[in-house]
């Protein structure tokens, strides 16, 4: 009997560890507090309800809300991964926003006596044009860090400053409002009774995921960020990987501008997209991705983003000024930062000789 119950326990004893060291635990442990605070001093905050055919409750807006971070910090994942940075991506979206909302506008026109808007171009080009300028963005950002080899924070921050203030240019400083109806189901709308910037961004994952674990780009990705040096001298073509996830990430941010001009019916280039490649960043780190480049995680910065986005609505509900939010994320940075120094992990090691640390995928 006792030996049995000894084996019986056996397999759970060996199992914990391997889930503790899981990459994903800490993440995912930060989020279940969060969550666990939030159930305990906001109350109703895991009810669910049908109105309209639509499902509404907290936990469904803090999705909502996290989509436009979410995207960004995927594309942010590869850039990271490669050992740069891009801290641009505010100002893509404020241009990415700013093209749509000129483009579709909306005017008034009377069908059968009744007044109705229409777009001022077809949604599909304004749509198109609007991505065309993201993408324009991100070449300029991979042309400026993998052909003239500038450091990606400096190379990224001349589109951080002059991309919103062309994006202002465009707007005369004013905000731009959209009254065509169709646009708005992109931020706003419901599609199978949830909101359908969340199939959006569970489109781009899995296409992302898909690419970066079914192909060879991912370990390409990885090779770059561990050693950019070794990785040509094998054969690949690194000034091309890196080129493309500037791309990608000007992408990402791309489809977030239209998701959030969309969502609040209006191009507003002086705050859309203000501080999100700083969120972007968090969100990519507080999921496991190094900063170091090379080891890096795509469903951690999902749930990274997530965290963020559910503190965000946690500190708002308590009634707390917004600026704690702001001190608070300082000090999770301030604390990434820090267990990620070489200095920082043989400290633990010496402390903890059994400790062991799992490797991001």
Known sequence: MHSSAVRAAAPTKS????????????????????????????????????????????????????????????????????????????????????????????????????????ANTPMWIALAAAMGAALLCGAWNGALVAGLGLQPIVATLILMVAGRGLAQLFTDGQIITVYYQPFFFLGSGYLLGLPFSLFIVAAVFIVTAVLLRKTALGLFIQSVGINPVAARLAGLKTASLIFFVYVFCAACAGVAGLMITSNIKSADANNAGLLLELDAILAVTLGGTSLAGGKFSLAGSVIGALIIQTLTYTIYSLGLPPEVNMVVKSVVVFVICVSQSAEFKTMWRRAFPGARGGSQQ
């Open 15 to 118: 199992s914990l560890p391997m889930f503790v060291h899981h990459p994903l635990f800490r993440p995912l442990a930060a989020l279940a507090i969060l969550l666990l605070i939030d159930l305990i001093l906001i109350p109703g905050f895991f009810h669910l309800e049908i109105k309209d055919g639509h499902l509404y409750g907290s936990l469904i807006d803090i999705a909502n809300r996290a989509a436009p971070l979410i995207l960004a910090a995927i594309g942010m994942t590869l850039v990271i991964a490669t050992r740069g940075i891009d801290i641009s991506v505010g100002a893509t979206v404020a241009i990415s926003g700013t093209v749509a909302a000129m483009l579709v506008g909306g005017t008034m026109v009377m069908n059968n006596g009744t007044p109705e808007y229409v």
